[in-house]
């Protein structure tokens, strides 16, 4: 990266658990752009499960993002700060390099050929439905409901992998977990 980008604000660090980049990531296939997709391990264990029983009930879950590195989170960032947004603005639906669950390989982002990406829309749809019945079997939870204590705007299509850890792919010890329900 060129320049070091600002830091994010002082309050964030009490609101958002840092995160560090997963180790052992395991190809899921490509996500509905065509790019390699990658989760950790037993989150891509999970997310083929969970998939699988969707198709059978009739719902097709598209990918749209698996684990992110930080490089790829602060090219994400700088892109909004070059498009003149401010910071504050850029925090609320896009988290701070080191600070995103998909850092972890945990978490999920995904769509519905019924309504556009990454918007509220998803929520109107078959997948959301189906996913707020059924993800938690799988070990998923919705991330950022509405009003949620992360100040993160609300994602219905951000789902993380939780089951069996209370610090999912090496949270920073020192940062509380939260429950994300």
Not at 16 to 30: S, V
Not at 67 to 88: C, H, N
Not at 140 to 158: D, I, K, M, Q
Request: aromatic share 10%; glycine share 8%.
């Amino acid at each position: 990266m060129t320049a070091t980008l600002p830091p994010p604000p002082l309050d964030y660090e009490q609101r958002m658990p840092r995160y560090q980049d997963a180790q052992d990531l395991t190809d899921i296939g490509r996500d509905m752009f065509g790019r390699a997709c990658r989760l950790s391990r037993d989150a891509a264990d999970a997310w083929m499960q969970m998939r699988s029983a969707a198709e059978r009930a009739g719902v097709c879950l598209l990918l749209i993002s698996g684990f992110r590195s930080r490089d790829r989170q602060e090219e994400i960032v700088r892109k909004k700060i070059e498009a003149g947004l401010p910071m504050d603005t850029i925090l609320r639906s896009v988290a701070y390099p080191g600070y995103s669950e998909h850092h972890t390989g945990g978490a999920v982002d995904l769509c519905s050929p019924d309504c556009a990406h990454l918007t509220e829309d998803f929520e109107r749809t078959r997948q959301f439905e189906w996913l707020r019945n059924h993800a938690q079997e799988f070990g998923f939870r919705l991330s950022y409901p509405r009003a949620n204590p992360r100040g993160v705007t609300y994602e219905p299509w951000h789902w993380m992998w939780w089951k069996g850890s209370p610090n999912p792919g090496g949270c920073v010890p020192r940062e509380p977990a939260h429950d994300p329900r």
